[in-house]
């Protein structure tokens, strides 16, 4: 069982920055793979950006690429999302998602893939 908490979101001008982190319970959060989704009002729930358990995978969507960055510190059982060039159209909840991974290269981009979720962490980003 893992537990995640998503911490960092707030107000933001565009262009601004944001660092979101999530925290995981749980002694096997080393071998787990997480993701960081997004979900706009009305929309549905987004792949934003994955990572491997080992760190050395990840993978961005395409909306995201060159602009924000995952990374995990498996000692501190944590994730997190550097986000720059923040634009408006990035204002989203964003959410936490982890699962068992069986190799370290292994990331999953599809919500339906993940056992855990966080709450979720408002980004607000003005114009």
């Known amino acids: 069982q893992v537990q995640l908490v998503e911490s960092g979101g707030g107000l933001v001008q565009a262009g601004g920055s944001l660092r979101l982190s999530c925290a995981a319970s749980g002694r096997t959060f080393s071998r787990y793979a997480m993701s960081w989704f997004r979900q706009a009002p009305g929309k549905e729930r987004d792949f934003v950006a994955a990572?491997?358990?080992?760190?050395?995978?990840?993978a961005y969507a395409d909306s995201v690429k060159g602009r924000f960055s995952i990374s995990r510190d498996n000692a501190k059982n944590t994730v997190y999302l550097h986000m720059n060039s923040l634009k408006p159209e990035d204002t989203a909840i964003y959410y936490c998602?982890?699962?068992?991974?069986?190799?370290?290269?292994?990331?999953?981009?599809?919500?339906?893939?993940?056992?855990?979720w966080g709450q979720g962490t408002q980004v607000t980003v003005s114009s």
């Open positions: 998602a982890a699962r068992i991974a069986t190799r370290g290269s292994d990331y999953y981009l599809a919500p339906l893939e993940y056992n855990y």
């Open positions: 990572i491997s358990w080992s760190g050395f995978s990840t």
